[in-house]
């Protein structure tokens, strides 16, 4: 489609048998450096927050925001090389980094994640982004242990890091929440997965009314097949080497191709949207 990003036939067989995925060790890496972005200044002077921004679409969105002009923390679960590897990446703009390896699903290490990000002056955008999955064939092989570990750090943690954020938050604010395209079309082999994500779409579209007399605006972005370290951390390896062929696309996008999506919300350029979810998805229709 007019790029020379991987298609699945380019993408080998490979799983990882833990979650969270590693980027490092992922063929080929995902592009998720912003090689080929153009900066404006857009972000300049601020400092934003990204949930999961290690790796995957978490990085790539620290890394054009760091190009933007703003100093971004990012929270990860263990994954230290990608970690400070995204690090490495947002220092080489000319910005500030902090990590802060933890749990999001536990509040207290939210509450201690906007403190440190607060470290760094201020904190002007909240990317709600950490994620994990579990592929399931029927409903009764999930476990209420995988059932409420998925929950909890799919879309409790967004709670929690919002609620510890908003009272640092001014006029002119922005949260941006990952939900997904599960979460209108459903997935046979990913229900608490894409449960999770439903209720991301309310919590944003709920959220953004609740604050909006704040002058915060609150959206998201909700990608479709995006290669990242989650993939093959979640399915077989013959799944991998198929994943993103069934899109119009017939590929798997790179969080390149996603990351701006969260610039254009987090910057003026969005100043009249709030409550609303953007759809990079590789051409897939979606309503609602």
Not at 105 to 115: K, M, N, S, W
Not at 252 to 270: H, I, N, R, T
Request: charged share 25%.
């Amino acid at each position: 489609m007019g790029t020379d990003f991987p298609t699945p036939e380019q993408i080998p067989p490979q799983h990882q048998p833990r979650q969270p995925g590693r980027e490092h060790e992922m063929t080929p890496r995902p592009e998720s450096r912003g090689r080929r972005y153009r900066a404006a200044g857009k972000l300049e002077g601020k400092v934003a927050l990204v949930t999961g921004g290690d790796s995957g679409i978490g990085r790539a969105v620290a890394v054009l925001f760091a190009k933007e002009g703003a100093d971004v923390a990012i929270s990860y679960l263990e994954e230290e090389e990608d970690a400070q590897e995204t690090r490495r990446l947002v220092e080489s703009e000319g910005r500030r980094c902090v990590t802060l390896a933890g749990d999001v699903g536990d509040p207290a290490f939210c509450r201690r994640l906007v403190e440190e990000t607060l470290g760094l002056g201020r904190l002007d955008c909240v990317v709600n982004n950490a994620a994990e999955q579990h592929p399931a064939d029927r409903p009764e092989d999930i476990s209420p242990e995988q059932l409420e570990r998925t929950f909890r750090t799919n879309i409790f943690s967004y709670f929690y890091v919002t609620q510890a954020a908003l009272p640092h938050m001014k006029e002119g604010s922005t949260v941006i929440n990952t939900t997904s395209i599960t979460a209108y079309r459903g997935s046979a082999h990913l229900l608490d997965y894409a449960s999770t994500k439903g209720a991301i779409v309310a919590f944003t579209r709920s959220l953004a009314e609740m604050v909006l007399d704040r002058g915060i605006r609150v959206n998201g972005v909700a990608p479709g097949p995006i290669w990242t370290p989650l993939i093959p951390a979640s399915f077989s390896a013959d799944e991998v080497s198929e994943f993103g062929g069934s899109v119009p696309m017939r590929r798997p996008g790179q969080p390149d191709e996603v990351a701006p999506c969260y610039v254009f919300l987090a910057s003026d350029d969005s100043s009249y949207m709030a409550g609303q979810v953007l759809h990079p998805n590789g051409g897939v229709v979606i309503n609602g």
